[in-house]
């Protein structure tokens, strides 16, 4: 059974940081490009960041410089450490694990809000 939980969400004020993790069950995560996507409410689920599939990292623009995605591979977990967070970062983040074209598995999702 294929699980990504994800943790670390919550309230932070402008300029500040939060880290995301993201356990992926061990029959995935050594064979999934794994990455963060966002969404708000009445907007498209975007990507924040990922691995691509030959290992190097990609990022939104709007999050490049503020924003690293990383794993561990011992822990089957990715992070995504958040910094310097404006407003507009506020989102329900997801985890994201592709193993092949045809399949794509989700986190539950974790809130995210930057608000004074």
């Known amino acids: 059974q294929v699980q990504l939980v994800e943790s670390g969400g919550g309230l932070v004020q402008p300029g500040g940081s939060l880290r995301l993790s993201c356990v992926a069950s061990?029959?995935?995560?050594?064979?999934?490009?794994m990455g963060w996507y966002r969404q708000t409410p009445g907007k498209e689920r975007e990507l924040v960041a990922r691995?691509?599939?030959?290992?190097?990292?990609e990022y939104v623009d709007s999050v490049k410089g503020r924003f690293t995605i990383s794993r561990d591979n011992s822990m089957n977990t990715v992070y995504l450490q958040m910094s310097s967070l404006k407003p507009e970062d506020t989102a329900v983040y997801y985890c994201?694990?592709?193993?092949?074209?045809?399949?794509?598995?989700w986190g539950q999702g974790t809130q995210v809000t930057v608000s004074s």
């Open positions: 994201n694990a592709v193993t092949s074209p045809m399949s794509t598995y």
């Open positions: 061990r029959s995935i995560f050594s064979r999934a490009a």
């Open positions: 691995f691509t599939t030959y290992g190097s990292t």
